[in-house]
């Protein structure tokens, strides 16, 4: 499911630049894909 999300996240910001729609609040929900994948790899890294 994080993963979908993720990818919602990029194809909905990839749009965004197409059709200039919301480009504003698309970029905010990119950085913020963009910080939870992050976290997930370093808590990945920690449990191994």
Same mark, same amino acid.
């Given at each position: 499911m994080f993963w979908?999300? =993720?990818? &919602? #996240?990029?194809? =909905?910001?990839?749009l965004g630049?197409?059709?200039?729609v919301a480009a504003g609040f698309i970029?905010? #929900?990119?950085? =913020? &894909?963009?910080i939870l994948i992050l976290v997930k790899v370093f808590q990945g890294r920690r449990r191994v």
């Open positions: 979908t999300i =993720i990818g &919602a #996240l990029i194809l =909905i910001w990839v630049l197409v059709f200039k970029h905010i #929900l990119l950085i =913020i &894909a963009v």
